[in-house]
């Protein structure tokens, strides 16, 4: 089946540099998503990753290890703006046509 | 920009009621998504279109139905509410499926089905 993990929730002060993890499990992968998602907001885009490697987007950086069903989002210089939920998404073929399967969240607290 | 929209932000129903929900995007897009999205579950994916007059089924269909007439607009159908689809419900539209085809979602309607 599929399956994708992060934990639920993480706190790190401003100023810091916090990682937040993500693994899944599919046999169809066919790229990784990350998103922020504030409180009563919809979720917006950060990043993609289709091969292994990290992709630089200024304070945010996303990791991907195929191999490994492992995926990191990387956020630098915190600021208190980046207290949000952060979901770890997986584009998946297995049925044969392309479905985004969506972790549960990680909730990040951004403290001064 | 790209701009989702959703008809409603709260919605409050009664059970057995058929609720409409809608889903409009500006930009062309061909894929449309609804998914409700429930605490320590995250977001599910219920229906998907890749084209008008197409759809196909998620990971939770059950209660629902959807429709697609015209490109732009894509409905969520709960043919009779029950208090178990009391949820938040978020629309997506992406420009493909391929490469790095983010999908950009609306606000959210917040259902409430008493």
């Known amino acids: 089946g599929q399956n994708i993990d992060q934990p639920t929730e993480m706190t790190a002060t401003e100023g810091a540099i916090v990682q937040i993890n993500c693994t899944y499990q599919?046999?169809?992968?066919?790229?990784l998503f990350w998103y922020q998602q504030h409180a009563g907001e919809a979720p917006t885009f950060l990043s993609y990753?289709?091969?292994?490697g990290l992709e630089e987007k200024g304070r945010f950086s996303s990791f991907l290890s195929r191999s490994k069903g492992y995926s990191y989002l990387l956020l630098k210089e915190l600021q208190m703006k980046d207290s949000a939920s952060y979901l770890c998404?997986?584009?998946?073929?297995?049925?044969?046509?392309?479905?985004?399967?969506f972790g549960t969240g990680t909730r990040l607290k951004v403290l001064a | 920009d790209v701009k989702v929209t959703q008809s409603s932000r709260y919605l409050v129903k009664r059970t057995g009621e058929k609720v409409f929900l809608e889903c409009v995007q500006d930009?062309?897009?061909?894929?449309m998504f609804w998914y409700r999205q429930d605490p320590g579950l995250g977001l599910r994916l219920i229906y998907f279109?890749?084209?008008?007059?197409?759809?196909e089924k998620g990971d939770i269909p059950e209660g629902y139905s959807v429709s697609r007439e015209k490109k732009e607009r894509f409905s969520l159908i709960l043919e009779s509410a029950s208090t178990n689809q009391t949820s938040m419900y978020l629309c997506?539209?992406?420009?493909?499926?391929?490469?790095?085809?983010?999908?950009?979602f609306g606000p959210g309607t917040r259902l409430t089905v008493t």
């Open positions: 990753n289709v091969l292994d």
């Open positions: 997506a539209s992406s420009l493909g499926t391929g490469a790095s085809y983010e999908q950009y």
């Open positions: 279109s890749y084209d008008v007059k197409m759809k």
């Open positions: 998404a997986v584009r998946d073929t297995t049925s044969g046509t392309y479905k985004y399967i």
């Open positions: 930009m062309d897009h061909e894929n």
């Open positions: 599919t046999s169809g992968f066919n790229g």
